[in-house]
Each structure stands twice: as structure tokens, then as C-alpha cells.
């Protein structure tokens, strides 16, 4: 007589995320992402920035077409969900709250677990949506809209920032040199397009910031005060040198980036070295960390478009590890919009 093996039970997750302007929703099946929605907010665009109360309205309207989207592609109905997980922040607090409020309501309608999940751990946590994957330990530049990390890596869930920005972030920066160049808001994809077919000719300058800590407000007002000297000379200067700028700006943020992603890697010896986060989705960097890594001996993790930039794929990723450690959470969890 023969056994039939006895397989464990999937673990399906329903994961939210709604930090910011994007309300997306994923389905994840024992740590495979078998669908990842995105509803994206093209309103903030007339406000040249997210407006956070535009924010959570978009979100409310969207949040339950995006869940039905997820589970119709997945093939999966709510029966077959046996966790829901949520973004608990860092973010926009009406935005976060929408997601929270559904995740509760959905867990408590189908007497499922809930999980929450940071998002900055999420960005980094999204490279194990695909392979290749970094090996354990490894680093982490996390950048986006609102931060800018240097993450090293121990476990799916030990994680140490080391370097972090001391202002803006690198996405911050992008998207505020963009409005100064009148670009329409996120500018980073933008500027990523343009500075494609520009050359890196004007010299911006690279803060002096001990450690691995970051500062970009300096390059802010810096391309602030370019650009209104040399309008002066020639009103039609922007026109005439946009993808000249861009490349420029593109150049210094990335580099500003990459040596201190090497001095970190001089410092911990770790040279397995990935990236993460809406910046990362950066042709600019995408190449540059490449190079980099080709001359320095690293081996470099660059996560798919769809994972770099807010996604629900990487919340359910992100969810699977904790549910495998039973770190599930209670009704009474709040969000958080900064930890
Ligand atoms: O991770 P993300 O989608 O949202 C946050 O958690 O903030 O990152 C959004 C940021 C924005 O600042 C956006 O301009 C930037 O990522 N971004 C880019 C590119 N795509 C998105 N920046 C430069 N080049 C890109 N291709
Ligand atoms: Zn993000």
C-alpha cells in the first residue's frame, strides 16, 4: 500500500497597501505573488504633489474594485484567503487608514488572522517576490518618495538601518527639482526619461555628510539657485537645456547614492548589495548600480518595475514571513505615520 504525502495547507495572503497615493491589493500564495494591482491617483498631478485628504477619498473609492481585481486574477474567491495583511506605515494617515479599516473588515467578515506590515521593510522584503535573491546578510539602498536608507539585511525579519537621510529624500528630490523645472508631479519618471537623451554637463554639488547618513536639500537649493542665475542670462534657458538638467541632476543624485552604498560595503564587508523602493525603478541607477557592482566585486539585486514602486505584491511578500513566525496582530492596531 502506498501513502499519498501529506502537503501542508497554502498559505494564501490578501495583501493591502495604501501609504501614500497608490491603492493597491495582491494575493499571495505561499510567498508567490500570483496577482499585484495597482489603482494609481493621476488627480495629484493638478496639485503638482499629493494632496493627503484627495488621498484617502481615491482610496475609499478604489479600494474594493482593486481587492476584487487581485482575487479575480489570482482565480481565488475570499474562502480561499487564510490571512489578510495591511500597510500599518509608514505614510499618510488618512491614506494608511483606509487600508487598515478594509483589512479589518474583510479579516473580521471571513474570521481570518491579521498582519501588519512596515512598508520601508516591505520595499526591501520585494526582493523576494522573484529570483534572483540577495543572500543573507546584504545591504539595502531603500529609496523613495519619502525615505532614503542604507538597510543591511540579517534575516526576512532583522533588518538595522545604517544610513538614513538627514532631510529630504532622494525621490523628494527628483519630484522638487521637477516642479522647479515644470515638470508635472511624480517628476522622478519623468527626469528618468529625459535625462536618457541629455548630457550631464552642469556641475551640482555632492553634500559633505559624515557616516552613511544622506542630506538632498542642499542639491535642492542649489538647482534652485542655478536655475534662477541662469535665467537671468537666458529666460528660455530651461527649454533649451531640459534634458541636459535632467541628466545632470540624475548623475549627482545617483551618485550621491552610490558612494555611500560603497562606503557601507567598505565598512561591513557585505557585498551582496540590492536596491529598492520607487527610486530604484531609476534607469539611471539601475545602470549605474551594475557598473559599480561589476568594478567593485558586488553582487547587485535589482527588483522588477512592479516591485520597486509602491505595490501590494511586496506587502504580501513581507506578510508571508511574519506569518510564518505567527506574528499576526490584533484588532486594536493603529497606523503609524512615521516609526
Ligand atoms: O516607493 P514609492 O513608489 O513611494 C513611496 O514610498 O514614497 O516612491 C515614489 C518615488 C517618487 O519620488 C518618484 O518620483 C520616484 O519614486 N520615482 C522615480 C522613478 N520612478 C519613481 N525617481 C526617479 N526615476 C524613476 N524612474
Ligand atoms: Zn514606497
Known amino acids: 500500500m502506498s501513502l499519498s504525502p501529506v502537503s501542508a495547507p497554502a498559505v494564501t495572503i490578501l495583501a493591502i497597501e495604501s501609504s ?6 495582491a494575493v499571495v500564495r505561499d510567498g508567490t505573488v500570483l496577482s499585484n494591482c495597482v489603482a494609481n491617483q493621476e488627480i495629484h498631478r493638478l496639485y503638482g504633489g499629493v494632496v493627503p485628504e484627495v488621498a484617502s477619498r481615491a482610496h475609499q473609492t478604489n479600494i474594493v474594485p482593486v481587492v476584487a481585481a487581485a482575487l479575480g486574477q489570482a482565480g ?12 500599518q506605515g509608514p505614510g499618510l494617515i488618512g491614506s494608511l487608514l483606509v487600508g487598515n479599516a478594509f483589512a479589518k473588515g474583510f479579516a473580521l467578515a471571513h474570521d481570518l488572522p491579521l498582519i501588519t506590515v512596515d512598508h520601508m521593510e516591505a520595499h526591501v522584503l520585494a526582493h523576494f517576490a522573484e529570483d534572483p535573491k540577495p543572500a543573507f546578510p546584504f545591504l539595502c539602498l531603500t529609496v523613495s518618495g519619502g525615505h532614503t536608507q542604507i538597510v543591511l539585511v540579517r534575516d526576512y525579519l532583522d533588518m538595522e538601518v545604517i544610513g538614513y537621510t538627514l532631510d529630504d529624500a532622494a525621490g523628494e528630490a527628483f519630484d522638487k527639482a521637477g516642479k522647479m523645472l515644470g515638470l508635472d508631479y511624480p517628476a522622478g519618471p519623468l527626469i528618468d526619461r529625459l535625462a536618457r537623451t541629455g548630457t550631464p554637463r552642469f556641475e551640482l554639488p555632492e553634500p559633505a555628510v559624515p557616516g552613511l547618513n544622506f542630506s538632498f536639500s542642499g542639491l535642492k537649493t542649489a538647482v534652485l539657485y542655478f536655475l534662477r542665475d541662469q535665467k537671468a542670462q537666458n529666460p528660455n534657458f530651461v527649454a533649451e537645456n531640459l534634458s541636459d538638467i535632467c541628466a545632470s541632476l540624475q548623475t549627482t543624485i545617483v551618485t550621491i547614492l552610490l558612494k555611500k552604498l560603497r562606503k557601507a560595503v567598505r565598512q561591513t564587508g557585505i557585498r551582496e548589495v ?6 530604484s525603478a531609476n534607469s539611471g541607477l539601475r545602470e549605474a548600480l551594475r557598473t559599480w557592482g561589476e568594478k567593485e566585486g558586488w553582487n547587485t539585486y535589482i527588483p522588477a518595475f512592479q516591485y520597486c514602486t509602491d505595490n501590494a505584491g511586496m506587502i504580501g511578500v513581507a506578510a508571508h514571513y511574519r506569518y ?16
Open 76 to 87: 481565488l474567491t475570499p474562502a480561499d484567503v487564510t490571512a489578510v495583511a495591511f500597510t
Open 274 to 279: 540590492a536596491v529598492a523602493g520607487g527610486v
Open 324 to 339: 510564518l513566525a505567527g506574528q499576526f496582530t490584533g484588532y486594536e492596531a493603529m497606523p503609524y505615520a512615521r516609526r
Open 20 to 25: 501614500c497615493d497608490d491603492t493597491a491589493a
